[in-house]
């Protein structure tokens, strides 16, 4: 009878107590929506034309006499090689935006890397899909592949781009947090596709490539179809032939000079996040990067 009595709250109150830090339904409601949103906001910057007038520096917008180099997905035993060997023909260096696991998996070929004269720079720990809100295991992976490529090559990465260019709430927080500053792109040239070839991925990146801009291309098909890195690899003389024709140097985005002061990285989705019930600590199917 005392146990009943409590539960109902006793004689004088009636009903049943609420249960103390349980919320409501609408509550609960509000609180999955307003996570949904702090997800999904910064996100809409993969949308390449609105980055690149909203959010330039994440655009990865730099001098108007330079264009950035930059690679995903790597390292990858069977094609980097080849693309450093190229690289060093050619007389240019690049951001390599490598995988965490890859990087520990094989530390020698990262190592070479960055003996080359190229810069090291954080794709994830895996190349996972950011389809929930998880902001506690987006700073934990994102931690763990500094942490590996601050073991293996002494340097601590600067820049981060989160797989399949799709910056969620989570992976901001967590690049923010980290240190890193999160940056996509101008310019791809969908090597990752089947049909890709040499010659489709020199026209598709010279159709958006501008001075400042920076180019995305992949040393890895990790993610995507068997053997395309073969199109980035052949397509690679082309274009740098054509940056340089045009006046511009192609580097990577060390040299880039993303101004800091011209505005946010990317949209402030901080005050959306519901703090209270979230533990910071703790491609669209169309493309891979």
Known sequence: MGDRAAVAGGPDRGGVRPAVGILAPSGVAAAVAVAAVAHIVPAATWLPRFRAVCFPRLAG??????????????????????????????????TFFVLGESAVRFPELTRDIAERGHELAVHGWTHSRPWFPAPGRDLRETARAVHALHEITGRRPTWYRPPYGILTGGRWAAARRLGLRPVLWTAWGRDWTADATAASVRATVRADLRGGGTILLHDSD??????????????????????????????????????????????DAEAARPRQHTQATGRPASHPT
Do not use: N
């Open 61 to 94: 917008l730099g001098r108007s006499d330079h264009v950035a180099l930059t690679f995903d997905d790597g390292p990858d035993p069977d094609s980097t090689p080849r693309f450093l060997d190229a690289l060093d023909r050619l007389g240019v260096r690049a």
């Open 222 to 267: 990790r993610a995507s179809s068997p053997d395309c890195w073969h199109a980035a690899l052949g397509a690679l003389p082309g274009l740098i032939t054509a940056s340089r024709e045009a006046g511009w140097q192609v580097g990577p985005l060390r040299e880039h000079g993303i101004a800091r002061e011209d505005g946010p990285d990317v949209p």
